[in-house]
């Protein structure tokens, strides 16, 4: 079974001391989110850990994990960018920027490129419906608006800050 470093441990521990003793699996999407920033993604074997760490079964944590898709079941780029296409945003083009941002990278949707730098995925809502279409970036920065000119500008401007 995969063991946590001290560090890891750690900060674990303050997400799981932020709740009642007999309800500690309450931090499983803190603990997920800990062992993605630190690993990269969150293996089976760090779901195992987890689940064991909160006395939780496997099963319990793995379907939190592929429920919400801002945990990485697999190393992604160095920038994933998630496009939004539930129902308001493909109405408003964003299946058409997810083929668009495809295109540019040469991938598929849930590709990485070969270079390592840009994983695409389509999402669900991000709650900006208003804006659309609306992305994801690194999980973090939500952009608004994004016509074929815009996402080309982003692009350009993150490719050329992966290769400062």
């Not at 799981?16 to 990269?40: F, H, N, R, T």
């Not at 997810?98 to 590709?111: A, F, M, N, S, T």
């Amino acid at each position: 079974m995969m063991q946590f470093s001290e560090s890891t441990l750690a900060r674990l521990a303050r997400e799981v001391a932020k709740y009642p003793a007999d309800q500690k699996q309450s931090a499983v999407m803190a603990c997920l989110a800990i062992v993605q920033q630190e690993q990269g993604h969150v293996s089976t074997a760090a779901e195992d850990a987890i689940a064991a760490y909160l006395g939780m079964a496997p099963i319990a944590v793995h379907e939190v994990t592929t429920f919400y898709n801002m945990y990485n079941q697999q190393p992604v780029g160095t920038y994933k960018l998630n496009v939004c296409t539930n129902l308001p945003c493909a109405l408003r083009d964003g299946d058409k920027a997810l083929d668009h941002v495809c295109r540019k990278l040469g991938v598929e949707p849930y590709g990485t490129t070969a270079d390592g730098r840009f994983t695409v995925q389509p999402s669900e809502c991000l709650g900006a419906c208003a804006d659309a279409p609306v992305m994801l970036v690194n999980d973090r920065q939500m952009l608004s608006f994004m016509s074929p000119e815009r996402l080309d500008e982003l692009i350009d401007t993150l490719k050329s800050e992966a290769s400062t």
